[in-house]
């Protein structure tokens, strides 16, 4: 079994700032990407940035987010995180961490359980 903890949401006036952080913990042999995607009401989930956990450490964004939204990882612990600057209306969602990777022989594949992020004035 594999936990995905997030934290970080909150209330935020345009312009503002917040950090998420997700940490991976359980029967995870490896991890090849850990991203953010978030789903607003009514819409569907999206994508908002990737990472890969391999050396490389290749991102990904959408690009509603680039230039606003930086992803980081710390691999020793298993932690990926998602700065985000600039923040307007429009990035109101709950925002969901997303793992995938290999436990034990298999492959995995999980979600975390969506922190909110509300922004308004």
């Known amino acids: 079994q594999v936990q995905l903890v997030e934290s970080g949401g909150g209330l935020v006036q345009p312009g503002g700032s917040l950090r998420l952080s997700c940490a991976a913990s359980?029967?995870?042999?490896?991890?090849?990407?850990m991203g953010w995607y978030r789903q607003a009401p009514g819409k569907e989930r999206e994508l908002v940035a990737t990472?890969?956990?391999?050396?490389?450490?290749?991102?990904n964004y959408a690009n509603s987010v680039k230039g606003r939204f930086t992803i980081s990882r710390d691999n020793a612990k298993n932690t990926v995180y998602l700065q985000m600057n600039n923040l307007k209306p429009e990035d109101t969602a709950v925002y969901y961490c997303?793992?995938?990777?290999?436990?034990?022989?298999?492959?995995?594949?999980?979600w975390g359980q969506g922190t909110q992020v509300t922004v308004s004035s």
């Open positions: 359980g029967s995870i042999l490896s991890i090849n990407v």
């Open positions: 990472i890969t956990i391999t050396n490389s450490g290749r991102t």
């Open positions: 997303h793992l995938l990777g290999v436990g034990g022989s298999s492959p995995i594949d999980y």
